[in-house]
């Protein structure tokens, strides 16, 4: 490619760019269109306390990293397939959970994630409810070492009642 067909390509490609902007722009938010432009806390954490992968109904699939520390998420991450307003979602979210006690976490609804970017399309509502079932499923994965510890406890216990009455 010479120099005048290759910038001539370049101004194409920024046209191109320019009206997939234009589009997302009239359709989604400022807050959407920035975390898909500009997305936080991308990523895979190697050492995550916390980890889920969930697959929407839509086929696309979010996973959510969190740190904990003294019952308080300290980082979340995220990594997606999905679309840009799913982007969005995991962005934003994992953003609003950092720094926030475990049970403040679990609260958080899909209302919460939507009114936090200031609204979705109908037909993306979805990809928000994906990017909070996500981050409930990894508070379980955190939840579920303590409590299988806490059931391993209690059947020891019992045996040891049953023992010391004389059933073995
Ligand atoms: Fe699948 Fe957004 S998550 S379309």
Redesign the pocket.
Known sequence: MNTESASAFDRMVGELQEMVLEDARAHYSPQVVEGWLHPQNVGRMGDADAHAVVR?W?G?TMEIYLRVSDGQIVEATFMTD??G??VACGSKLTSMVRGLPLGQAQEIIGDDLLAALGGLPDE?V??AQ?AVNTLHEALTSYQRPYRDSRAQEEVACRAGDLMRQGYH
């Open positions: 929407g839509c696309d999905g679309c307003p799913t993306s979805h990809c994906l």
